[in-house]
């Protein structure tokens, strides 16, 4: 668990997995599986010894010769057998997501029991149930959706199902290492620009685990590294595109952007299906087919703001949407540096992906009727949290700069939000 985990890392403690694995020992039985040592020969931690506060003094800034998640076993933790329990308390009960999955729950449950967990993940994941329950949650859905979404796309595959519902049990085994607070329960809502700063490390580190500490596949492994990533090239942490992306990579990050869409309150499958389609090319098309189709087995949607109120709105966001590409024209200077032209080339790039979404919407019309208005709304709302998602991509590529190009970033951050207020 180490601090910033390198090639050769997990040799220092991680303070946020660390807080977690000792906040889940107090209700948990979690022990040493072998004697911990420094990498001075010290011993600091005995073979069968309960892990405690006194373990996290301990081990402050020192380097173990040994990892210390392979070090450590939860004995009455999450085994297969209770994940699959979760799995099945899931399917049974009536949610956003039911349409989607209980369909499929006979296979989900078969493919669900193969999902092997190695002991480091085992660890993990029981320190994430009982010291982050909600990222636990998550993992649970993703493991279901992804499941899903590989159903549609290979058949019957049982192996291919199995490989997508482990990369889905873990794709956010990453944020185990960073604050809580700056996971992406508010990724899409209040994140800070420094919480986004840490949270985009999270796919790398997860890979990383994955890699140097468990035997998964490296297909699992890469894919976990991808879920954040989109086809156009405006997801993170490297910006790839189209084929760069593998398709179990591609699955995942579909399956992150739905779920992401159904943490807003009172959000259904309709506006998971609109996140994927409301900037053409981000997703892959065929992944957002299932989840169209799960919606319309699903109550309409209902619009919160009248129809005064949305068009209104609406046409706030068509003038915002150019006044932002206007802005970076007036703001950036033609002998702007490296840093900032590409902050300011790629925050272009992507408003003009949104402005292509509203042009594909139909919604730059006059008005809005009764029968539009929810799915206008809808439609609205993601496209207003993609202009944050921007100004935050924006300040991450840009770094550092002179005081006066930071002033230009800041006066061209601000606009993308005062746009849409």
């Known amino acids: 668990m180490s601090q910033v985990p390198v090639s050769g890392g997990f040799r220092t403690a991680n303070p946020h997995a660390l807080a977690a694995i000792l906040e889940a020992s107090e209700t948990r039985s979690i022990i040493a599986a072998s004697d911990i040592f420094d990498i001075s020969g010290i011993k600091l931690w005995a073979r069968d010894q309960p892990v405690s506060q006194e373990l996290q003094?301990?081990?402050?800034?020192?380097?173990l010769t040994k990892p210390l998640e392979t070090c450590l076993v939860a004995e009455d933790g999450i085994t297969p057998q209770k994940l699959t329990q979760a799995l099945q308390k899931l399917l049974e009960q009536d949610g956003p997501l039911s349409?989607?999955?209980?369909?499929?729950?006979?296979?989900?449950?078969?493919c669900g029991a193969n999902v092997r967990l190695h002991p480091v993940v085992q660890l993990l994941l029981?320190?994430?149930?009982?010291?982050?329950?909600?990222a636990f949650a998550h993992a649970l859905d993703a493991m279901a959706v992804t499941g899903t979404l590989?159903?549609?796309?290979?058949?019957?595959?049982?192996?291919?199902?199995?490989?997508?519902?482990?990369a889905g049990l873990l794709h956010d085994v990453g944020e185990m290492y960073i604050a809580p607070e700056h996971g992406e329960a508010d990724a899409g809502a209040t994140l800070s620009v420094e919480s986004y700063r840490q949270l985009v490390v999270h796919p790398h580190i997860g890979q990383l685990l994955l890699s140097q500490l468990t035997d998964y596949s490296k297909d699992i492994a890469r894919a976990v590294a991808e879920h954040h990533e989109h086809l156009d090239g405006s997801g993170y942490p490297h910006m790839l595109k189209g084929e760069q992306i593998s398709y179990l990579g591609r699955l995942l990050a579909a399956t992150e952007a739905a779920l992401t869409a159904l943490r807003a309150p009172g959000a259904t499958l309709h506006h998971a299906s609109v996140a994927l389609r409301v900037v053409p090319g981000e997703f892959d098309?065929?992944?957002a087919g299932p989840l169209a189709a799960a919606a319309r087995r699903v109550a309409p949607m209902q619009a919160r703001r009248s129809l005064p109120e949305l068009n209104h709105d609406l046409s706030q966001l068509n003038?915002?949407?150019?006044?932002?590409?206007?802005?970076?024209?007036?703001?950036?200077p033609a002998d702007a540096s490296d840093s900032l032209q590409r902050a300011a080339d790629l925050t272009r790039y992507l408003i003009h992906k949104l402005r292509s979404?509203?042009?594909?919407?139909?919604?730059?019309?006059?008005?809005?009727?009764?029968a539009e208005a929810a799915e206008a709304e809808a439609v609205q709302d993601a496209l207003r949290g993609r202009l944050q998602e921007i100004e935050?991509?924006?300040r991450l590529t840009a770094g550092t700069l002179e005081p006066d190009e930071a002033d230009a970033l800041d006066l061209m951050c601000a606009g993308l939000l005062e746009d849409i207020d």
Do not use: F
């Not at 029981?126 to 909600?134: C, H, I, L, V």
């Not at 594909?360 to 809005?368: A, D, T």
């Open 57 to 63: 003094r301990k081990l402050m800034d020192r380097a």
């Open 99 to 110: 349409a989607l999955i209980k369909p499929h729950a006979a296979t989900l449950l078969r």
């Open 126 to 134: 029981s320190a994430s149930e009982t010291a982050r329950p909600q």
């Open 150 to 166: 590989m159903m549609k796309a290979s058949g019957s595959e049982e192996r291919l199902i199995t490989q997508a519902m482990t």
């Open 285 to 287: 098309e065929h992944l």
């Open 319 to 332: 003038v915002a949407l150019q006044a932002s590409m206007n802005r970076i024209d007036t703001l950036i």
């Open 357 to 370: 979404g509203w042009n594909e919407s139909g919604l730059w019309g006059p008005s809005v009727g009764e």
């Open 392 to 394: 935050r991509v924006a």
